[in-house]
């Protein structure tokens, strides 16, 4: 199990109602991951067992598709849950979306074909092993850098 010092926090990518995302670097291998971390002490019972749940979750599905959990463990001092994850380095089809707008560009239809099939194929997935996907939206698709 990690722990907070073996990772050097980058940049925050993001905010949710009760966690915040990072990109770090873990330290003994240089390698980039993402870091959600969940402020435990302001959720709900029922929350926190969500939260547990999702960690269970990403840690049983393994899909090209979908980001993978790689690590988590509880921080003491600043009292969060930090979920170690796949680092998506061309960041999320909303701010991708944004980019191309403010660019006056289009997506190409081969380009467009492909991020639907990758994700009715992470859905389908999903769905599989009975899993809802409760937050569907172009901020929660991630796009690897080699896209």
């Known amino acids: 199990m990690s722990s907070i010092k073996e990772f050097e926090i980058l940049k925050h990518l993001g905010k949710g109602s009760y ?12 390698k980039f991951y993402a870091m959600k971390k969940v402020k435990l002490p302001k959720l709900s019972q029922k929350e926190r067992k969500n939260s547990l749940n999702e960690v269970r979750i990403l840690a049983s599905i393994q899909h090209p ?4 959990y790689k690590d988590a463990f509880y921080d003491n001092n600043s009292r969060t849950l930090c979920i170690v994850m796949e680092f998506a380095g061309s960041g999320d089809l909303l701010n991708k979306i944004k980019s191309m707008k403010s660019r ?31 937050d569907l939206k172009s901020a929660n698709v991630f796009i690897s850098e080699d896209e």
């Open 65 to 68: 598709y979908i980001i993978s």
């Open 104 to 134: 006056r560009k289009y997506f190409s239809e081969d380009k467009i074909w492909m991020y639907l099939i990758q994700m009715i194929k992470a859905i389908k997935t999903l769905h599989e092993m009975k899993i809802l996907h409760r």
């Open 19 to 30: 966690s915040n995302v990072y990109k770090v670097k873990r330290k003994t291998d240089g």
